[in-house]
């Protein structure tokens, strides 16, 4: 009898143990998944669904990004070096951003399709700022030196930036801008296609996208994919 209650106590040990184990990793995992860019992404942009942008008044696009998304968040100084030597697809953008609103929804379910990773760098601070202010131009706030390092190595794809007044006059910042969103395929350090905003009949970032605009859209970032492999 003493036997058998030695060996019943050590089987309740072992399944003490065992179940203490998955309740462990089962913890561990879903803090993993709770922590992840995936999941980050899809609750940094999904928030602001039926939220009113203040300085618009009008309710951000609604976007809807699977928990399978194949977002990597990656620095300023790591998407230099990807434009430089390595391959990928690099999003430039921000969650307050209504065309970056109107992409990431089409972006991500053609990223899972194709199986492919989509690196996003959050602009929204690094960028520099400028005002008009009685006819003189104002730099508000300077970009860091990384962004001007990702200006310059998409120089020739990026247009002189002009900021244009009430009654029309335009004034050149004298250097060039990184609008959001931006999509950039890269094939071991050699650009391979860059695409800026969405479709040319969006005429306002708050407009929502009918679907041949959404067709059209995928196409573009399909055939993005396509050229950086």
């Known amino acids: 009898m003493e036997k058998r209650n030695k060996i019943i106590l050590i089987v309740v040990i072992i399944l003490t143990i065992v179940v203490i ?8 995992n879903n803090n993993h998944l709770n922590n992840s860019d995936a999941n980050k992404f899809r609750t940094e942009y999904m928030e602001l669904n039926d939220q009113v942008n203040e300085s618009t008044g009008e309710a951000y ?15 300023p100084k ?5 434009l430089k030597e390595k391959s990928g697809i690099i999003y430039f953008g921000f969650k307050t951003c209504p065309w970056c609103r109107s992409l990431v929804s089409i972006l991500t379910d053609v990223a899972i399709n194709k199986k492919e990773k989509i690196y996003y760098v959050d602009v929204a601070d690094i960028r520099s700022s400028f005002t008009i202010d009685n006819g003189k131009l104002i730099k508000n706030k300077e970009g860091t030196e990384e962004y ?3 200006l310059e190595e998409l120089d020739e794809y990026l247009d002189e930036y002009f900021l244009e007044d009430e009654s029309g006059n335009k004034y050149d910042t004298e250097e060039k801008k990184l609008y959001a969103p931006t999509l950039v395929a890269v094939n071991k350090g050699n650009i391979k296609g860059i695409h800026v905003g969405t479709v040319s009949s969006q005429k306002s970032g708050y407009n929502k996208l009918s679907d041949k605009e959404k067709a059209e859209l995928q196409d573009i970032i399909e055939k993005l994919i396509d050229k950086k492999n």
Do not use: G, R
């Open 148 to 150: 001007y390092s990702i």
């Open 78 to 82: 790591e998407a230099i070096k990807i």
């Open 61 to 75: 696009p609604l976007v809807n990004i699977s928990v399978d998304n194949t977002v990597k968040y990656i620095t």
């Open 21 to 28: 184990s998955i309740c462990i990793y089962s913890i561990i």
